[in-house]
């Protein structure tokens, strides 16, 4: 199965490692140069330099045998014209959008993009009913309007460092969902240690963000 990733942001870089990670053909295209010079030396060759919104771009990209594209630039009208692009020029048979304005979700279904997401999480959901990614993520219902991604950093003073994952006690409906150290992205484990700098992507319900915060970073940083 060939993956098309288009927006090489915090959220296309851990869906591109994560899908590489799990054996999965995958291209990233980035416009930034500095972006895919740095993610090339940590991913190797799945990025490439352009603007996703150009048919040529798509078309060297191997569109047209691409199973999936997954537009999650920061820009709503970007992320629409590479998936009508996508579908409508090269056959693309799904196309997942980002919306970065809850407000434009009704017109992208209209328009013919299959699923709109707005968490990394959720995104990675919506792959893993078509695609088995056990690895990366449990599944949960999505129900957009009531989840959050909340990212954290731990540091010295964090009452989670040094301590395995299965002892944080976290909130209940919440998961641990990414960690990235030292540029790497690791699926957690239960018995996985949490270190300094560590960044930590817990997903669930809006309400449980202050929790998450305390169970990981303790009172003074809420």
């Known amino acids: 199965?060939?993956?098309?990733?288009?927006?090489?942001?915090?959220?296309?870089?851990?869906?591109t490692e994560a899908l590489v990670n799990d054996g999965y053909e995958v291209l990233l295209i980035e416009k930034i140069k500095a972006k895919v010079d740095m993610y090339t030396e940590q991913l190797g060759g799945v990025v490439v330099q352009g603007d996703?919104?150009?048919?040529?771009?798509?078309?060297?990209?191997?569109?047209?045998?691409?199973?999936v594209i997954i537009a999650v630039t920061g820009d709503d009208e970007d992320n629409l014209v590479i998936c009508q692009m996508a579908k409508r020029k090269f056959g693309v048979k799904r196309a997942i959008?980002?919306?970065n304005n809850p407000k434009n979700?009704?017109?992208?279904?209209?328009?013919?993009?299959?699923?709109?997401?707005?968490?990394?999480d959720a995104i990675l959901n919506l792959i893993e009913r078509q695609i088995p990614l056990h690895s990366i993520c449990s599944m949960m219902n999505l129900h957009d309007s009531n989840l959050e991604l909340v990212d954290v950093v731990i540091e010295d003073d964090s009452p989670a460092i040094n301590r395995a994952i299965s002892t944080l006690s976290?909130?209940?409906?919440?998961?641990?969902?990414?960690?990235?150290?030292?540029?790497?992205v690791i699926v957690p484990r239960g018995e996985l240690v949490l270190n300094r700098h560590d960044e930590v992507l817990v997903i669930g319900?809006?309400?449980?963000?202050?929790?998450?915060?305390l169970r990981l970073?303790?009172?003074e940083q809420n």
């Open 105 to 120: 979700e009704k017109i992208f279904h209209k328009l013919g993009i299959d699923a709109t997401v707005s968490h990394t």
């Open 1 to 15: 199965m060939y993956i098309i990733i288009a927006g090489g942001g915090k959220v296309g870089r851990y869906l």
């Open 52 to 67: 996703a919104c150009e048919a040529q771009v798509l078309m060297d990209a191997g569109s047209a045998r691409a199973d």
């Open 217 to 219: 970073l303790g009172d």
């Open 97 to 99: 959008a980002r919306v």
């Open 205 to 213: 319900p809006k309400q449980t963000e202050k929790q998450v915060r």
């Open 170 to 184: 976290m909130p209940a409906e919440t998961s641990i969902l990414i960690i990235v150290r030292n540029g790497k």
